[in-house]
């Protein structure tokens, strides 16, 4: 498939880069600080997306553009659950959300009454890291069940990273997880990364990443 | 990227389907029974793997194709120690094996002496549903700390399977997983699907997984 893509696929992502950068402008304008939030399927996406709203509803308003292949509305309807304003994006099937995609899902949210807009990502480690979208930060959710050799076998979605969160850490006790080795799999790609170790079904570790979080919101208005 | 793809995608997968065919005929011709090994990063696809040689090695000969995103050796290293001949496949970020892939792999497997060959699929949920590679049988290796909703959220891949592996059943009692919910999702898409739960940790609900590949391998023989 490579030899007969290679030309589209630059085409594409040169049109992907300037999309994401117009939906970089569009919420700068609109001050707002955005995450594109990836993982495995069932490392905790949408777990760690009610935690953080939990966490920061009572001061900021919050909006979540949630991405799935299919046309299923269990991540969509757990979010609207929590009373946030969610938009829901089918891929029809494709691996990954695009900025094209982000950018027809925007206008759909208030982002003017807005101060944080999460994205959730289609469940993939491979190609969503091809994809700019254009928010302020990418971060990864890994999880302690899925084993500590990601980095070394899933090496691009790590290099392009902002913050990781490791996620199901109360699982330690009951799985293989060795954190040094996948700690120096991490620091090879992705020097000083900012890492925040969670879980989300306990609540440890959340207080860290909702004040670096909040700090990083406001800071954002002041730059 | 979709409007752009059509057309290439269509004229790759009518090629991909030829070569498989043509895979699935030489595996006949040399009385070879292959599985396509397929799981979200970190369900247990190698730990899967290894048990199924431990428990086959002494009745019959095993190959195994190990495909990666990226040039690490860590499961091809795991295989090759079980001392099984092993071919690594690095699909240069590529997120899913194709049937060309296959194709180039076989010959470096000593395919007459053999009796299975083992495909360790990438960790994908969603690109390797679309490609057949001529193997006999497509399986899923599922766990239980994905979470029960992955059937409903990865419709594709479950429809074209024909064995699941529910892996990590050990997990069970520390995680929020509801087997009715998950094998009700499973039974929508791909009614009776034949279904082994099973811990590659523990070893348990290894045992039936065993027999019934067994009784497949002489089966094929005869057909």
């Known amino acids: 498939m490579s030899a007969i893509r290679v030309?589209?696929?630059?085409?594409?992502?040169?049109?992907?880069?300037?999309?994401?950068?117009?939906?970089?402008?569009?919420?700068?304008?609109?001050?707002?600080?955005?995450?594109?939030?990836?993982a495995s399927p069932g490392a905790g996406k949408t777990s760690f997306i009610l935690?953080?709203?939990k966490h920061l509803q009572s001061e900021f308003k919050i909006g979540v553009i949630e991405g799935d292949t299919a046309a299923v509305t269990i991540d969509a309807d757990k979010v609207a659950a929590a009373g946030m304003p969610?938009?829901?994006?089918?891929?029809?099937g494709e691996c990954h959300l695009d900025a094209s995609m982000i950018s027809n899902a925007l206008p759909q949210l208030p982002l003017d009454e807005l101060d944080l807009v999460i994205v959730e990502n289609v469940g993939n480690l491979i190609c969503p890291a091809a994809f700019d979208l254009g928010t302020t930060i990418n971060l990864l959710v890994a999880s302690v069940p899925e084993g500590d050799d990601k980095p070394y076998k899933y090496?691009?979605?790590y290099r392009g990273l902002n913050v990781l969160v490791i996620n199901k850490t109360d699982l330690k006790p009951y799985v293989q997880f060795d954190m040094d080795y996948f700690t120096r799999g991490v620091q090879l790609l992705n020097p000083g990364l900012t890492t925040f170790p969670v879980s989300c079904r306990t609540g440890e570790g959340i207080?860290?990443?909702?004040?670096?979080?909040?700090?990083?919101?406001?800071?954002?208005?002041?730059?």
Chains 1, 2 share one sequence.
Do not use: C
């Open 86 to 92: 969610a938009v829901q994006i089918n891929t029809g």
């Open 7 to 38: 030309p589209i696929v630059e085409k594409i992502f040169d049109a992907n880069d300037q999309i994401a950068h117009q939906n970089k402008q569009l919420m700068a304008q609109n001050h707002v600080y955005a995450i594109n939030i990836m």
């Open 51 to 53: 935690q953080t709203i």
């Open 207 to 223: 207080a860290p990443w909702i004040e670096w979080l909040k700090a990083e919101i406001l800071a954002s208005r002041q730059g």
């Open 155 to 157: 090496p691009n979605i």
